[in-house]
């Protein structure tokens, strides 16, 4: 699975503090049907080269450079190529089985099984980092049964790194002037953005002793919730977006995506 996707049409309510968004339900159709439409030969290209993109300094800050790292809902396991490019030892895992297929085609040899996410059938302890990028959001029910999973393959002390979608604080402003009333009827779950203080909440709930913190993609919620932005010219759009990296406060606090570091206990 991909911590950048967004679906192509909000359909948005808050529901019990978080916000729900409604489009078609992410089951392995949903996903296989993504990594077989988005994903070529020129698109492995720079994980080969080890490129991390928007993860570079979080990972080189957080993973170990020792030991063995899983990446649980890996898709077209893009990390798991760029991270073995750079000398970790990453295995990917996800439900999706074709992506895995393409993957190992396309870049592989690679460290790559297929299975549930919430019992993957491997040892207690078996990994010491543990990376999940936008997956347990997409369970109706909630995350706690991926994360119960996490804790028991996780070695003491080891580190989990996982994101979800952000209900940050440009969001809540909206929610509380009204906004993300849509009519979601014909629609399927999607998934859930939480606030940092809930998914904390739940991280260490599971077990694990939050460390850090971090918020990105913010051009994403720039676009999302600043819709104005999409109707200037297309050289101001770019300008403007480009020029946000640089605000700290934007940069910062309102990714579309949250990513807590942890340890388990």
């Given at each position: ?7 192509s049409?909000d359909?948005?309510?808050v ?14 159709g ?8 988005d ?13 991390l ?8 800050r ?9 990446e649980?809902g ?9 991270l073995?490019?750079?000398g970790y ?7 999706a ?11 592989g ?6 299975g ?5 059938g ?9 990376i999940s ?25 080891g580190t ?15 929610a509380r ?12 779950f ?5 606030t ?9 709930k599971a ?13 994403n919620?720039?676009?999302q ?16 977006l480009?020029?946000?990296?640089y ?11 949250l ?5 388990k206990?």
């Amino acid at each position: 699975m991909n911590a950048q996707k967004i679906i192509s049409k909000d359909n948005r309510q808050v529901e019990n503090g978080r916000l729900v968004y409604y489009n078609k339900k992410a089951d392995t159709g949903f996903w296989e049907g993504v990594w077989s439409r988005d994903v070529g030969q020129e698109y492995y290209k720079p994980f080969l080269s080890g490129n991390l993109y928007t993860f570079e300094r979080i990972f080189s800050r957080h993973l170990p450079r020792q030991g063995k790292i899983l990446e649980a809902g890996c898709g077209s396991a893009q990390l798991v190529v760029a991270l073995n490019a750079r000398g970790y030892d990453c295995t990917g895992a996800d439900f999706a089985t074709q992506a895995l297929g393409k993957a190992q085609t396309m870049a592989g040899p690679l460290k790559l099984f297929s299975g549930d996410l919430t019992a993957l059938g491997v040892l207690d302890e078996a990994f010491d980092a543990i990376i999940s990028i936008g997956v347990v959001e997409h369970r109706r029910e909630g995350p706690e049964p991926f994360l119960k999973e996490k804790y028991r393959i996780l070695k003491k002390g080891g580190t989990l790194l996982i994101s979800v979608p952000y209900f940050n604080a440009l969001r809540q402003w909206r929610a509380r002037r009204g906004a993300y009333q849509d009519d979601v009827s014909g629609y399927d779950f999607y998934q859930y953005a939480f606030t940092s203080r809930e998914f904390a909440g739940l991280i260490e709930k599971a077990g694990f002793h939050v460390e850090r913190m971090y918020s990105y993609a913010h051009q994403n919620t720039l676009t999302q919730e600043l819709t104005w932005i999409n109707g200037m010219p297309g050289f101001l759009k770019k300008f403007v977006l480009r020029i946000s990296k640089y605000v700290p406060y934007v940069n910062s606090n309102l990714g579309h995506m949250l990513m807590i570091v942890a340890r388990k206990r």
